[in-house]
């Protein structure tokens, strides 16, 4: 995460004197970019499945994989779209020991019947996310496009759970594999960015936000409006 950070100011940084990014009504702007960190849900995940001596389990993300699009209706007003995809998933293997009492014989007993019964688990949560944004841009420098930004719209979510317990096999004999509606399909995003310009067209952009990735950065690619 450090590097990604540092590479990104660092071409912020280096381009700043040979930049032009002013913005006027009709320009169009349209960003790809990568999110991170996932933390809410890898966190639950985490604690739901934590890993000791007998039970072993992974939590993993994709990070917010994203695009952007943004019309100016005015110099520094903009309407857009923000969409982004995000996974989140945990694996491992879970250990469970089942103490059935003792064999009987004669009034004696033997030892313990203790069985470890080992099983997959594999949980996860997908989320495709659609919101409608409104941008002010800040900036009269011609070096940097400083903005503002908010957004509401609707989270797909697409959760799965399977596990090879034994005790969770339906009557077919196939593992049981089910999914959840439980979640709020509103989504709210809101936060700052800037983006800088290679050339008239192509630049790069960072984002800071609540709502989705604390931290994205991408490509830019500027369409002008035609001069009338």
Known sequence: MKKIILISASVFFLVLNNISAQTKAGDVFVDVYYGFPDWFYKYQ???????????????????????????????????????????????????????YGYNYNDGYYSTPLVIQNKYDITESLGRITALGRFIVHLGSSSKVDPYVHVGFGYVNYKYNYTSTNVNQQNSYGS????????????????????????NEHLGANIDLGIGGALFTTGLTYKFFKKEE
């Not at 939590?59 to 695009?67: L, M, N, P």
């Not at 959840?180 to 800037?194: H, K």
Request: charged share 20%.
């Open 45 to 99: 995940f985490r604690n739901d499945y934590p890993s000791n001596g007998t039970d072993k389990f992974n939590a993993k993300s994709t990070g917010f994989i994203g695009g952007r699009i943004e019309y100016l209706i005015a110099k520094r007003i903009g309407f857009g779209l923000d969409i982004w995809y995000v996974k989140t998933s945990v694996s491992g293997t879970r250990t469970e020991t089942i103490n």
């Open 175 to 198: 593992y049981r594999n089910y999914g959840s509606d439980n979640f709020i399909p509103i989504g709210a995003r809101a936060g700052f960015g800037m983006g800088v310009f290679f």
